[in-house]
């Protein structure tokens, strides 16, 4: 519902002159216009806002005070109020803008009042100035803003403070873990050096021991076969030629063991297999059968049976490894006139080498001791020997991913199993290894 207020009543000259009082003395632009748009009046605060004397704006439009961008549009808002007048509260609506004698345009707020005056409508308009408002809003927006732009910065640098940090956890993890395995590595290899010098101090120490009696044997034979120089000691001088012969293998026997396990120890002997047509496996093996049938005691005969028909997998130096080591066994604790055998078969699988004696056999309880390095036996007795030997063996069927496995009964002899893979995968491994 539309207010007018109505002035008709103010008649006395006092009232007028305290109307034009608070007039002019209000702190707020006001304007009187017209129902034609045409300013009526305005108070000394206008004045000073606009840069206008009364006198220059009466009876002029009040498009006079509209940029010349929003005159015409204001023109069409003034026509639809005056059609149906009613109160504006200031701050209510768009942004206005006025417009300086001087050209200046600035940001205003305006509240209007409908009144009439006796029979005419009239518009009481309440300017005010918000350009120091409309720059606090400008400068609050703006330090939001670089609020934002700081709170978005810092966002980012906590992020990548933080990745920088995952980064750096990680980092220090992978160099911690990195550390640890280091330092295992030289904790084993630190061991393993350790382990290998007491290997070979107790070797030594073992040697100088084992030594001993064939170089004392070797002496004393040589000293008698010097005293047996006449026709009829032939047989005397054969049986000492016997034992220093037996004496130096014995004392071979030491040293191949030694450089074996060095070598072993040092990781120097690698598993380098290749692929021998069955003749050629079995000349090796018939070459290695003959060569260890000089070392046998008197009457001990060694046989050797192969059934191979196809290609072997093997390395050789592993082979005559292999063979001599456990046959040299066999000549040692058997007694002379017992046979030994050795058995050769090839299955799609793989390779099995038997060792089989009629010897002293091996106590059940020393059996699962056999591979451990320097274990002899309970009724090894005097019989010359590093323990090694089948340490040795196995060391070199694990480099060939093979297996061995020992029978033996006391007193009735020992059996010796080693098995080497010869399947298709075995071949085809070996081929992409070349």
């Not at 017209?34 to 439009?61: H, P």
């Not at 120097?268 to 290695?288: G, K």
């Not at 390095?373 to 010359?384: D, K, L, P």
């Not at 020992?406 to 059996?415: C, D, Q």
């Amino acid at each position: 519902m539309t207010t007018l207020i109505d002035t008709s009543g103010i008649a006395s000259k006092g009232k007028v002159v305290l109307f034009e009082t608070i007039f002019n003395a209000a702190t707020i632009g006001i304007i009187i216009v017209d129902a034609d748009g045409r300013v009526n009046n305005l108070n000394s605060y206008a004045e000073q806002l606009f840069g206008y004397r009364k006198y220059e704006l009466c009876g002029k439009s009040v498009e006079i005070l509209i940029p010349s961008a929003y005159g015409q549009v204001h023109v069409g808002h003034r026509n639809d109020f005056l059609v149906n007048p009613s109160q504006r509260t200031m701050g209510v609506g768009r942004d206005l803008q006025a417009i300086r004698k001087n050209g200046e345009i600035f940001p205003v707020e305006i509240g209007l009042t409908p009144f009439q005056d006796h029979d005419e409508i009239m518009v009481a308009a309440f300017v005010v100035d918000i350009t120091h408002r409309k720059q606090q809003e400008a400068l609050v927006k703006e330090q939001a803003k670089e609020l934002e732009r700081f709170s978005k910065r810092v966002h980012e640098l906590n992020t990548a403070l933080r990745q920088e940090a995952a980064a750096r956890e990680q980092a220090l993890s992978v160099a911690k873990l990195e550390l640890k395995q280091k330092e295992s590595e030289l904790t084993q290899s630190f061991q393993k050096e350790l382990q290998l010098m007491e290997l070979k101090s107790r070797f030594v120490t073992m040697a100088s021991h084992e030594f001993r009696t064939p170089l004392t044997t070797i002496l004393s034979s040589v000293s008698l076969i010097a005293r047996y120089d006449g026709a009829g000691d032939a047989d005397k001088r054969a049986k000492h030629v016997r034992r220093i012969k037996q004496a130096v293998v014995d004392m071979k026997d030491i040293l191949d063991d030694f450089l074996s396990m060095s070598r072993l120890e040092e990781g120097h002997i690698d598993f380098r297999p290749e692929v021998l047509a069955s003749n050629e496996f079995i000349t090796q093996v018939n070459e290695i059968a003959i060569e260890m049938q000089r070392l046998a005691k008197p009457g001990q005969i060694i046989t050797c049976k192969t059934d191979v028909q196809q290609e072997i997998l093997l390395d050789r130096n592993l082979l005559r490894h292999l063979l001599t080591n456990v046959i040299s066994n066999a000549i040692k604790f058997s007694p002379e006139q017992a046979p030994i055998a050795l058995d050769c078969k090839r299955s799609s699988n793989e390779l099995v080498l038997t060792v089989e004696d009629h010897g002293i056999g091996i106590p059940e309880p020393d059996q699962e001791h056999l591979f451990e390095r320097f274990f002899r036996a309970q009724n090894a007795g005097n019989i010359q020997g590093t323990g090694l030997g089948l340490h040795i063996v196995k060391r070199y069927i694990d480099l060939s991913g093979g297996q061995v496995k020992i029978t033996s009964k006391l007193g009735e002899g020992t059996k010796i199993t080693m098995t080497i893979p010869q399947s298709a995968k075995s071949f085809a491994d070996n081929e992409h290894s070349k």
